[in-house]
């Protein structure tokens, strides 16, 4: 995770050089993907995602738009809930932004009565400037640990 941080960062002081304007707000960028998702607003979170973006999560690569919206957010999002992210590296310019760190999430029982789990891990999302001045997610990472029974 170190290694990736770190090339991003690099990424943006080239990107800096050559780029006006004020920097992205990613903390807020992130915050408006967390609020979204916890609230169960499934749509709003698919506006959010770039027409490119790309999923990882161990071995699952979702890309695109329609895959990343259908087989993450809408397939995943009934059974992920509380979604909270610990920052640990965090870096932006005009066109690009980044946050990495760790996350945790209650995972919800699919079947009521089921016992439910905590899940956490590592994250990192990468924001770009779209066309229309628009932010959006561009490339998610997840890296998550075992899930384990709640207490």
Same mark, same amino acid.
């Given at each position: ?5 770190q090339?991003f960062?690099?990424a943006?002081?080239?990107?800096a050089?050559?780029?006006g304007g004020? !920097?992205?707000?990613?903390e ?9 998702w916890?609230?169960k607003?499934?749509?709003?979170v698919? %506006?959010?995602l &770039?027409?490119?973006?790309?999923f990882?999560q %161990?071995? $699952?690569r979702?890309?695109g738009k329609?895959?990343?919206? &259908?087989?993450?957010v809408?397939a995943?999002?009934? $059974?992920i ?7 640990v590296?965090?870096?932006?310019d $005009?066109?690009v932004a980044?946050?990495a760190g $760790?996350y945790?999430? &209650?995972v919800?029982p699919?079947?009521?009565g089921? !016992?439910? %789990?905590?899940?956490s %891990?590592n994250f990192m ?5 779209a066309?229309? &001045?628009?932010?959006?997610l561009?490339?998610a990472?997840?890296?998550g640990?075992p899930?384990?029974a709640?207490?």
């Open positions: 995770m170190k290694t990736i941080a090339f960062a690099l943006f002081l080239f990107a050089c050559n780029k004020e !920097p992205a707000k990613v807020a960028l992130n915050q408006q993907f967390i609020q979204a916890n609230n607003e499934a749509e709003k698919v %506006g959010l &770039d027409d490119n973006v790309q990882l %161990g071995e $699952t979702f890309a329609s895959e990343v919206a &259908d087989k993450w809408r995943t999002m009934p $059974t809930g509380n979604l909270k992210l610990s920052t590296s965090t870096a932006a $005009t066109q980044y946050e $760790t945790s999430v &209650d919800l699919e079947v009521a089921e !016992p439910g %789990g905590l899940g %891990g999302l990468l924001w770009k400037k066309a229309d &001045d628009s932010w959006k561009s490339y990472q997840l890296e640990l899930v384990k709640k207490q």
